[in-house]
């Protein structure tokens, strides 16, 4: 059977043209990026000095490094032993096992590298709230504009000067990635089954209950 002809030059004539993007659009979309950067870049290194909560984690993760499948002292009166702070560690096993990930990082490094994931919490949490407050499909459709674009940077920087997110990262605490894992369930962004925030709530068991 023969295919029917097909005149693709009077097709292509037809389609309607591509509107060019201009760089000056791009540059102006990437201009609250730009802002926010270096508010971001100061208040990561500030965050970087502190993290008593995260020192907490992850000499609770040294621990088990270094015992390997000997019993470890994990679960002792502090973590001192292993020259952390006098404090307990108070997660579950698994919980241990994660931090023992990022024990194998020098402190600082994974300080920063834990930070900079809760960063990314509030970012995506913001991009999140101008999608839904505009109506639209997708995160890339939310970024669209460049409204849109400078609101979400102000609700950015907003969060992340919001005392309970400030303290929180000051202190290199898990609340904000536990947050994320919740959220996610709450939207639907996978379809989960509400895994993400089942392993989410195991995180603040106390190990008696584990």
């Given at each position: 059977?023969?295919?029917?002809?097909?005149?693709?030059?009077?097709?292509?004539?037809?389609?309607?043209?591509?509107?060019p993007?201009?760089?000056?659009s791009?540059?102006?979309?990437?201009?609250p990026?730009?802002?926010?950067?270096?508010?971001?870049?100061?208040m990561?290194?500030?965050?970087?000095?502190q993290?008593?909560?995260?020192?907490?984690?992850?000499?609770?993760?040294?621990?088990?490094?270094?015992?390997?499948?000997?019993p470890?002292?994990?679960?002792?009166?502090?973590?001192?032993s292993?020259?952390?702070?006098?404090?307990?560690?108070?997660?579950?096993?698994?919980?241990?096992?994660?931090?023992?990930?990022?024990?194998r990082?020098?402190?600082?490094?994974?300080?920063?590298?834990?930070?900079?994931?809760?960063?990314?919490?509030?970012?995506?949490?913001?991009?999140?709230?101008?999608?839904?407050?505009s109506?639209k499909?997708?995160?890339?459709?939310?970024?669209?504009?460049?409204?849109n674009?400078?609101?979400a940077?102000?609700?950015?920087?907003?969060?992340?000067?919001?005392?309970?997110?400030?303290?929180?990262?000051?202190f290199?605490q898990?609340?904000?990635?536990?947050?994320?894992?919740?959220?996610i369930?709450?939207?639907?962004?996978c379809?989960?089954?509400?895994?993400?925030?089942?392993?989410?709530?195991?995180?603040?068991?106390?190990?008696?209950?584990?």
């Amino acid at each position: 059977m023969a295919l029917p002809d097909v005149d693709l030059r009077a097709e292509a004539a037809a389609a309607p043209p591509r509107t060019p993007v201009q760089p000056s659009s791009v540059l102006l979309r990437l201009l609250p990026l730009a802002v926010v950067a270096v508010p971001v870049w100061m208040m990561l290194a500030d965050w970087a000095k502190q993290g008593l909560d995260f020192s907490v984690y992850w000499f609770g993760g040294s621990i088990l490094n270094q015992s390997g499948t000997s019993p470890s002292d994990l679960y002792g009166p502090t973590v001192a032993s292993a020259g952390g702070p006098q404090l307990p560690f108070t997660y579950p096993p698994f919980a241990a096992l994660v931090f023992g990930v990022l024990a194998r990082l020098p402190q600082s490094s994974a300080l920063m590298l834990f930070n900079v994931a809760g960063v990314a919490v509030a970012a995506w949490v913001s991009v999140t709230i101008v999608r839904y407050w505009s109506s639209k499909p997708d995160l890339r459709s939310a970024l669209s504009s460049k409204k849109n674009c400078w609101i979400a940077a102000a609700l950015f920087l907003g969060v992340l000067f919001l005392g309970p997110w400030r303290e929180t990262l000051a202190f290199g605490q898990i609340n904000i990635i536990l947050m994320g894992l919740m959220v996610i369930d709450l939207l639907a962004v996978c379809p989960s089954g509400g895994a993400s925030g089942a392993q989410a709530s195991w995180w603040v068991l106390r190990p008696a209950s584990s």
